[in-house]
């Protein structure tokens, strides 16, 4: 296992991104102009990318957010999920950040619980997917 971090879009990142989001769940507009301020992460499975997720400070919300959390179908159910989001909170921490915060896909929600962020708020739509805010202090 080896951990990457980038502060620019890497290829790495950007594929995996692309199999989960756009080819397996359909989302449309997954890459943005928050690519280019946030930190990437990728994971690393034997040298292989199977893993990534961003993080970035949203001035809106007042805290970072951590988005794009996405783990190949083949590594899977393996806590790389839950090591991403280790990873970027304890980045998040080194940057003096004591709240952090993602917007989860519903069906996501558990996972996110079991990393200890609660929801807050209503279900909202992105592109046709049900979200939910949820947020955990650092
Ligand atoms: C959601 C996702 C990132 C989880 O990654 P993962 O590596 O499989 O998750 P982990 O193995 O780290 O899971 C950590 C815990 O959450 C649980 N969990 C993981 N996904 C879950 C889900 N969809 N529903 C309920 N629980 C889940 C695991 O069982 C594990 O529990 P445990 O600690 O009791 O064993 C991964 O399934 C994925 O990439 N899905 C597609 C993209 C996506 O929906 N991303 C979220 C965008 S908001």
Redesign the pocket.
């Known amino acids: 296992m080896e951990i990457k971090t980038f502060n620019y879009l890497p290829d790495d990142a950007k594929n995996i991104r692309q199999a ?2 756009v080819d397996e ?1 359909g989302f449309i507009e997954e890459f943005d102009d928050k690519d280019k301020d946030s930190l990437h992460i990728v994971l690393y499975e034997n040298g292989e990318p199977a ?1 990534a997720c961003r993080v970035l400070f949203d001035d809106s919300k007042q805290c970072y957010m951590i988005g794009r ?3 190949l179908k083949e ?9 991403l989001l280790d990873t970027a909170e304890e980045y998040i921490r080194t940057k003096g950040g004591k709240l952090c915060a ?1 917007s ?2 519903c ?2 929600e ?2 996110y619980s ?1 990393s200890g962020y609660k929801a807050e708020g209503d279900m909202y739509y992105e592109e046709y997917c049900p979200h939910i805010f949820m947020k955990k202090i650092l």
């Open positions: 989960v989001f769940q893993a959390v996405a783990v590594y899977r159910k393996n806590h790389l999920g839950s090591l993602v989860a896909q069906r996501a558990a996972f079991k």
